[in-house]
């Protein structure tokens, strides 16, 4: 009986194996951390493929999902800058602030290309920090991933 109820508290007392809850600003992220992460990640995707990333709102249903997240995937390079510092700061989750393990931005691994000499509204949506869309280069994306996983084995292994 003294076994039983020392496994039984043993069992009850053990931290659950949780999973690193991610929250990716577009969709190619979080099927990316989803690759990396298999069943020891939890990904809610902020956009569509069907969304312009440029103008997503920062409702209270993606607040509350950026209050839970232990690591925020963001493409960066001023893509989701109408709507992420908003989700970050209304969040209240120091995890996911820029600077802290907890944010990745994609764009920070990658050479940027398409860098605007001159920009104004005149020319159309000008990112002035270089061509966000860096998805689509392959190249990019091994680039991503490695940086990425070691970001989330770093955050799995802190929890």
Request: some cysteine.
């Amino acid at each position: 009986m003294r076994i039983l109820l020392t496994a039984a508290l043993i069992a009850i007392c053990s931290p659950a194996l949780a999973a690193l809850n991610i929250l990716a600003c577009e969709p190619e992220w979080g099927a990316l951390a989803k690759e990396i992460g298999g069943d020891r990640v939890t990904v809610y995707t902020a956009t569509t493929a069907l969304q312009d990333p440029h103008r997503i709102e920062a409702r209270p249903s993606l607040i509350a999902r950026a209050r839970s997240a232990d690591l925020m995937v963001c493409t960066g390079a001023e893509l989701e800058i109408g709507w992420a510092p908003l989700l970050q700061t209304q969040s209240g989750n120091p995890k996911i602030q820029v600077a802290q393990p907890g944010y990745f931005e994609a764009a920070s691994v990658v050479s940027l290309i398409e860098k605007p000499m001159r920009f104004d509204r005149s020319l159309g949506d000008v990112h002035p920090a270089g061509n966000p869309h860096i998805h689509l280069d392959p190249r990019n994306i091994e680039r991503v991933a490695s940086a990425l996983s070691e970001r989330m084995a770093v955050l799995d292994h802190a929890e």
